[in-house]
C-alpha cells in the first residue's frame, strides 16, 4: 500500500507552521514555519532530511504567495505523489463540529458563523484552507477543530450561570481549547498505563505558551478549563486566566480602559509576563526564580497553585482520578513544576518519583510518580500534528 502522507497546515494571522506526516506512524517527513507574512521580510523556514533552510520571500508576499512557495518546495523535493489530503487546524468550531470533516461549502459557511467567537483565529485559519484549496485542487482539505473534543462536556459544566438566553440567543458557554492535544495524550495514557477505556478517570494538563486542564471520564472531555475563548482557566505565559469579571467594569470606569485596552491587558500583558514584570518564557522565570527574583518567584508559585487547584477540583467533575498526565512545552520539561503540583496535590496520596521526574523531559514519556502513588502521574509528549494527519488520512479513506 502506499505510503499516506498529509500536509498539516496550522495557519496565524501573520504566519503558519506546516509539515508533511506519515499518517500511519507520525513520522515527520518536512516541516516548517512561515512568518512575518505582509511585513517588509516574511521567510519560510523548513527542515527536510535533518537539514534546516530559509527561504526569504519577496517583501510584504501574504499567505498566498507563501503557500505557492511551499507547493514549489514540494514539488522540488519530490513528496506530491504520497500526499492524500491536507489536513487543517481549526481553532473554534463552535457547536456545529464534534468531530473533524471534509471541508465542503456548508462547513466554510459554518466556520465563518463561529468567526465571532475567534475572531483572531478562525479568519485566518479559514485563509489557509482558501489559499491551500487552490494550491492544491486534487487534494481532500480536512478540517480539524480544537473545540470538537469537549463537545462531549455536560450542560452543568459547558455552561455559565447567566440567563440562559444569552446562551440559546448567543451561544456563550464554555467551548473549551487544545482538545486535539487532550484526546491524544489521553488516548497514549489508556495504553501505556493499560486503563480501560469504559473505566477510567484522567486529568491531561496541556501547559505550554496557552494553557488548559481537561477531566476525561472513559475517554470522553467532561470538564475543561478554557472557556468560551482561551483566556479562561489557568495562569498561562501572557494570559491571565480566571479573574473576577467584575474587573472589566472597574478597569473601564474608572480606569478609563477601552474593551481592546483590557484585551490586550488580559491576553498579552499578564500570566507569568504580569507577574514576574520579566518574560513569558518558563525557562527565563525558573532560571530568575533561581537567583532569588521574587516576582519570578511568586509567578511560579500562582502558577502552580492554580494549576494543582484546578486538578482538584477536576477529581470532583470525574468522581475520582486514576492518572494525571503532563504534556506541553513546560509539562514535558519542568520537572519543578511538575513536582511542585504533585506536591500540592499530597492528600489524594499522590507522590512523586523524583528521579524519574527529572528523567522525563526531552520528548520522553514516562511515569513520574512512586509505585506506591494513589494517583499515577506522568509525561506524555503531544503531538497535535499527527492527530491532524490521522484524522485527515481516515476522512479522506471513508469519503473516497
Ligand atoms: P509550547 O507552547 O508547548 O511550545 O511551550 C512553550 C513553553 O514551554 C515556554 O514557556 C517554554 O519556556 C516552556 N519550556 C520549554 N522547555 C522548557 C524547559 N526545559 N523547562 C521549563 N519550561 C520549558
Not at 61 to 71: M, P, R, T
Not at 78 to 102: M, N, P
Request: net charge negative; glycine share 8%.
Amino acid at each position: 500500500m502506499p505510503s499516506q502522507h498529509v500536509l498539516v497546515l496550522n495557519c496565524g494571522s501573520s504566519s503558519f507552521k506546516f509539515a508533511i506526516i506519515a499518517a500511519s506512524t507520525g513520522h515527520e517527513i518536512l516541516s516548517g514555519l512561515a512568518e512575518r507574512l505582509g511585513d517588509a521580510a516574511p521567510s519560510l523556514k523548513y527542515k527536510f532530511s535533518g537539514t534546516k533552510t530559509v527561504v526569504e520571500l519577496p517583501p510584504h508576499a501574504e499567505h498566498k504567495a507563501a503557500i505557492l512557495k511551499l507547493v514549489d518546495l514540494i514539488t522540488e523535493l519530490k513528496l506530491g505523489d504520497d500526499l492524500v489530503a491536507v489536513g487543517h487546524r481549526v481553532v473554534h468550531g463552535g457547536e456545529a463540529f464534534t468531530q473533524s470533516i471534509l471541508v465542503d461549502g456548508d462547513v466554510l459557511a459554518a466556520i465563518q458563523q463561529t468567526s465571532a467567537l475567534a475572531p483572531l483565529h478562525n479568519p485566518a485559519n479559514l485563509l489557509g484552507i482558501d489559499v491551500a484549496t487552490s494550491a492544491f485542487k486534487h487534494l481532500p482539505q480536512i478540517a480539524v477543530f480544537d473545540t470538537a473534543f469537549h463537545q462531549t462536556m455536560p450542560e452543568h459544566a459547558y455552561l455559565y450561570a447567566l440567563p440562559y438566553e444569552m446562551y440559546q440567543k448567543h451561544g456563550i458557554r464554555r467551548y473549551g481549547f487544545h482538545g486535539t492535544s487532550h484526546c491524544y495524550v489521553s488516548e497514549q495514557t489508556h495504553q501505556i498505563l493499560g486503563l480501560d477505556k469504559n473505566n477510567s478517570k484522567i486529568v491531561t494538563a496541556h501547559l505550554g505558551n496557552g494553557c488548559s486542564v481537561t477531566a476525561i471520564k472513559n475517554g470522553r472531555s467532561v470538564d475543561t478549563s478554557m472557556g468560551l475563548t482561551p483566556l479562561e482557566g489557568l495562569v498561562m505565559g501572557t494570559r491571565s486566566g480566571d479573574i473576577d469579571p467584575g474587573l472589566f467594569a472597574y478597569l473601564s470606569d474608572q480606569l478609563g480602559y477601552s474593551s481592546k485596552d483590557i484585551d490586550t491587558l488580559l491576553n498579552k500583558q499578564s500570566g507569568l509576563l504580569g507577574i514576574s514584570a520579566l518574560s513569558n518564557d518558563c525557562r527565563t522565570i525558573e532560571e530568575a526564580a533561581a537567583n532569588g527574583h521574587k516576582q519570578a518567584q511568586l509567578a511560579l508559585e500562582m502558577f502552580c497553585f492554580r494549576l494543582a487547584k484546578y486538578i482538584a477540583s477536576f477529581a470532583v467533575s470525574l468522581g475520582g482520578l486514576d492518572a494525571l498526565v503532563f504534556t506541553g512545552g513546560i509539562g514535558e520539561n519542568s520537572d519543578l513544576i511538575r513536582q511542585r503540583v504533585i506536591e500540592q496535590l499530597a492528600f489524594f496520596g499522590m507522590t512523586c518519583d523524583h528521579d524519574k521526574n527529572q528523567a522525563a523531559r526531552f520528548g520522553h514519556q514516562g511515569i513520574i510518580s512512586t509505585n506506591d502513588s494513589n494517583v499515577i502521574a506522568l509525561v506524555v509528549p503531544t503531538n497535535e500534528e499527527w492527530v491532524i494527519a490521522k484524522d485527515a488520512a481516515r476522512i479522506t479513506k471513508e469519503t473516497k
